[in-house]
């Protein structure tokens, strides 16, 4: 009897889910912002479905329908995956320790 | 290359997300687990290409969609003020959603590309997997617009409620329980649109009842539905990068969303079914009689703080919208000159977002090791001579120890009753967001500045 690589596909979802639960506990609070910036940039891998759509089917007309809400995505990703990882940069520059007094 | 090494590749960028979420558990290595992201989603990108293989006029198309969205992703991130990172979020999170609705529709138009059947033919399991994607996603998307229309200030933060509103979220859910089922059993495409447009009306009912300062909850929450929604994409496209960060992201929203309701002491339900929250000025006015308060200008604060031997600060949510954060900081600079122990103290839902004050200290160049969590810091305030609070108030207020009639009875506060003397910056003597007095403005050691907080504090550091 063979296995649905579904059930394998599952098996990786729900121990992600176990990983991102012992991970995310572990997020210290006063990083909690930079936390939901980066979770935004890394859930924008999406585009990698987005890259697939948008360049299916024949060459011959790259604009067709499903197409055109591939290029949409990948728009709206790059945003996200840009915007997203540069205002996190940009925040966690800001941490920093105490100085020693002058 | 072939479809096993792809495989392999998108699960290292999967470990690589997990090590920049690992990253985040301290300062000083979240600047490398960033990095970690960056090189992960790299990756990704990169075999995704070499996976396709035909560098064709489309693949030329692609790049140039790409630079566009990075560019504008790009400036918008260096632009942003810190103090609208709520918006952002926001704002991202629909995005997010709003791309997993458009694959999803590609992948239903054209299922062949990802193996998926043939038009009118899909396998029935990625036929759940892409509605519920599509689903989650596009409810993702109309809820954070909601939730960026309220932070923007565009739409008004008060909860908007009507009869029956939970009963047609009920219903509308059903309904499209139902839809997905006949999608599945009849594969007739008005079907999948209507669960589209459905679920863009679901987002929008279930964010609206939300108010203002109920925000950290509705981030935190719509960051995981953004996370869901990617993995149900995930399982459609048969890509465990996707799976994993799906996973990942909606956990890491839960578990946020969860950290926020406590910080309230209120169980998630009560928050998504709203109806608490605004500013519901009628309520604050009637109850209000003249309770004498002492009343102090700057000068006075100056005096206490500067013979003070610990100062805790108590930032809140009117900092951030006075933009008060540098000025706090040339305070705490001025006192430390005059040798005065000085830290801060953040409440769990201090802001519109989780761990917002912290950000804008930050930007402040306030060194994060002063700067505390409630139980870090809590029972310093009883040895502390005064308490300084920022645009903070029902965080503070005493009365949810103490009056289970109160309706932020049991909520965890800070307690800046016990310090010395507090000194309260507010514009007026209004209510917190619960609508509720504070009892802390008509006690003998707390002394009110009534100004704009970046006003006072600068009117501090020249009496300074």
């Known amino acids: 009897m063979e296995i649905d690589p579904f059930v394998f596909r599952l098996s990786i979802f729900i121990l992600s889910i176990f990983i991102g639960y012992y991970v995310v506990w572990s997020v210290t609070p006063s990083l909690h912002t930079p936390l939901m910036s980066v979770t935004n940039a890394i859930s924008s891998v999406i585009i990698v479905g987005a890259i697939i759509a948008a360049l299916a089917g024949n060459s011959v007309n790259i604009f067709d329908t499903a197409n055109i809400f591939g290029f949409l995505a990948i728009i709206l990703a790059a945003v996200n995956i840009f915007g997203g990882f540069l205002v996190t940069q940009r925040m966690l520059a800001m941490y920093k320790k105490k100085k020693k007094e002058k | ?464």
């Not at chain 2, 590749?9 to 999967?14: D, K, N, V």
């Not at chain 2, 839902?349 to 930007?363: C, D, K, T, Y």
């Not at chain 2, 507010?426 to 009534?450: Q, V, W």
Request: proline share 4%; glycine share 10%.
């Open chain 2, 1 to 464: 290359m072939s479809a096993n090494l792809l495989a392999i590749f998108y699960l290292i960028s999967g470990i690589l997300f997990i090590l920049a979420l690992r990253g985040l558990s301290s300062p000083e290595t979240s600047r490398k687990g960033n990095l970690f992201g960056i090189i992960g989603m790299a990756i990704a990108i990169g075999v995704t290409f070499l996976s396709v293989g035909n560098f064709s006029i489309g693949f030329l198309y692609v790049l140039v969609f790409l630079l566009i969205g990075g560019t504008l992703g790009a400036f918008i991130a260096y632009k942003i003020p810190m103090t609208a990172m709520p918006e952002l979020v926001a704002g991202f999170h629909s995005l997010v959603g709003l791309a997993a609705v458009f694959v999803a529709i590609s992948a239903f138009l054209n299922p062949e590309v990802f193996n998926l059947g043939s038009p009118g033919n899909i396998k029935i399991a990625s036929l759940i997997e892409m509605s519920l994607g599509a689903a989650i996603g596009a409810l993702t998307f109309t809820g954070s617009i909601i939730a960026f229309l309220k932070l923007r200030g565009i739409m008004s933060g008060s909860p908007i409620t009507f009869v029956g509103q939970h009963y047609l979220n009920l219903a509308l859910g059903l309904i499209l329980l139902g839809l997905i089922f006949y999608l599945c059993k009849t594969q007739v495409d008005t079907w999948f649109w209507t669960i589209i447009l459905i679920s863009f009306l679901v987002g929008v009912l279930l964010i609206i009842p939300i108010g203002g300062a109920d925000m950290p909850v509705v981030i935190s929450m719509l960051n995981s539905y953004s996370g869901w929604a990617a993995a149900g994409i995930g399982f459609t496209l048969e890509n465990s990068a996707l799976i994993i960060t799906g996973a990942l992201v909606g956990s890491s929203g839960a578990i946020l969303s969860y950290i926020m309701c406590k910080g309230m002491n209120r169980s998630f339900f009560n928050v998504i079914l709203g109806g608490f929250g605004g500013t519901d000025q009628s309520f604050s006015e009637k109850g209000k009689e003249q309770k004498p308060v002492k009343n102090g200008n700057a000068d006075d604060a100056a005096f206490l703080m500067k013979n003070a031997s610990s100062v805790i600060i108590v930032p809140g949510y009117g900092m951030a919208v006075a933009q008060a954060q540098h000025a706090l900081r040339e305070m705490v600079d001025a006192l430390k000159k005059n040798g005065v122990k000085v830290t801060y103290a953040i409440h769990p839902v201090a802001g519109r977002m989780p761990g917002h004050m912290n950000v804008l200290l930050a930007e402040a160049n306030v060194p994060y090791d002063e700067v505390f969590e409630l139980e870090e810091i809590n029972n310093d305030f009883a040895n502390c001579d005064v308490a300084y609070v920022i645009g903070a108030n029902d965080v503070t207020n005493p009365v949810a120890k103490s009056d289970p009639q109160s309706p932020i009875y049991g909520m965890p506060i800070l307690d800046v009753e016990k310090s010395k003397s507090v000194l309260f910056v507010k514009r007026s003597l209004s209510p917190g967001y619960a609508g509720i007095d504070n009892d802390l403005f008509y006690r003998d050691n707390t002394l009110m500045l009534f100004a704009d907080a970046k006003k006072m504090t600068e009117d501090i550091i020249k009496s300074l």
